[in-house]
């Protein structure tokens, strides 16, 4: 499941990059995606909602045993 969510996450990531951020995969623990956003993504405001409604959400439709997806500092 590892790889899949990487795989995923790698489609993401240039769109985060136009706008100064990143994301990386941190681990996938019980079906639950642990992320780190980076450069202008970890200070956003809107941070949660690229998380939620942008990664989040893309991951549950590509992967279903996805349960969420969690921001670690």
Excluded: F, H, Y
Excluded at 9 to 34: C, F, H, M, W
Excluded at 41 to 52: D, R
Aim: glycine share 8%; aromatic share 0%.
């Amino acid at each position: 499941m590892l790889e899949k969510v990487q795989a995923v996450i790698n489609e993401i990531r240039p769109q985060l990059q136009a706008d100064g951020g990143d994301v990386e995969l941190i681990t996938v623990v019980d079906s639950i995606v642990k992320v780190k956003l980076k450069g202008a993504c970890a200070g956003c405001p809107m941070s949660q909602v690229t998380l939620k409604m942008g990664i989040e959400r893309l991951l549950k439709q590509r992967i279903p045993e996805v349960v969420r997806v969690d921001s670690v500092g």
